[in-house]
């Protein structure tokens, strides 16, 4: 990777839900680009995994807390410095099935990880970034956000909540210095996540895909690779469709 080009030298990256999938290819590509990167994840073991694999900060947690939040910040903080990209990746898929069988427990626990706990991340890594001018946040949505997926009520429309996140903060921080907010939108991506999703439902959101396939983790790591770099600083408030073909809009 030429170092002129996207080079993430000398900065300081936290991806949650790094453990693997999307979230430890992330966590890859921003460390071979030469930032420092906190690997956030709630399964210990595989934090310690990843953040050793890269000399990266392990950083155990969960998105719902904001006391782990405040511990691993200050943790990187502490280790590697303050944070210039947080990628805000950590998700479930949440319950499957028809409206009918989904509960309000159902609903809100795909709210508390998929939204409010990149919202409550952002707010706790903002403020270091308007003091030092620059940053980035990059939101892992999904293009259930923005088209709704049948039997994926809670997944889809805490994505979609994500979406308008993504663009209201966007709008908020504009000229208060080099940071920008964007969001991702993967269509079928091939992880551990979504192998365990029913046949069915895999089967269906393949179908929908002109490419004919699943987009892999490194595919959708070189995207927010660039939405990372000091090169995108002119790039605010979107959402990147990463789904071979299927977006419209």
């Known amino acids: 990777m030429p170092d002129a080009f996207f080079s993430l030298a000398g900065k300081v990256a936290l991806v949650t839900g790094a453990g693997q999938g999307i979230g430890a290819a992330i966590a890859r590509r921003l460390a071979a680009a030469g930032a420092k990167v906190g690997v956030f994840d709630l399964n210990d073991s595989a934090a310690n995994a990843v ?17 782990d939040m405040a511990v691993a910040l200050a943790h990187l903080a ?14 479930i898929i949440g319950k499957v099935g028809p409206i009918a069988d989904i509960s309000r427990d159902d609903l809100e626990q795909a709210l508390a990880i998929n939204l409010v ?6 707010r706790a ?6 003091v030092r001018k620059y940053g980035r946040i990059i939101n892992v949505a999904s293009i259930a956000g923005k088209e709704g997926n049948p039997n994926l009520i809670p ?5 979609a ?14 000229g208060r210095g080099d940071i920008t907010v964007n969001s991702i939108s993967p269509a079928v991506i091939h992880t551990p996540m979504m192998d365990a999703l029913p046949a069915a439902t895999r089967d269906y959101m393949v179908s929908r895909v002109p490419l004919g396939r699943p987009g892999t983790s490194e595919e ?12 995108a ?3 605010t408030g979107q959402c990147y469709d990463i789904s071979g073909g299927r977006a419209t809009y």
Do not use: Q
Not at 78 to 91: R, S, Y
Not at 161 to 174: D, F, M, N, R
């Open 233 to 235: 600083s002119f790039t």
């Open 78 to 91: 502490a280790n590697a410095g303050p944070v210039d990209i947080l990628v805000n990746n950590a998700g």
């Open 51 to 67: 953040a050793n694999e890269i000399a990266g900060v392990a950083l155990p947690g969960d998105v719902t807390r904001e006391f």
């Open 125 to 130: 890594a903002l403020p270091a970034m308007l």
């Open 220 to 231: 959708v790591a070189a995207l927010v690779h660039y939405l990372a770099s000091g090169e």
């Open 161 to 174: 909540a994500l979406i308008a996140l993504t663009k209201s903060l966007a709008k908020e921080v504009a």
């Open 117 to 122: 706990g990149p919202f409550l991340l952002s």
């Open 155 to 159: 997944y889809s429309v805490s994505k």
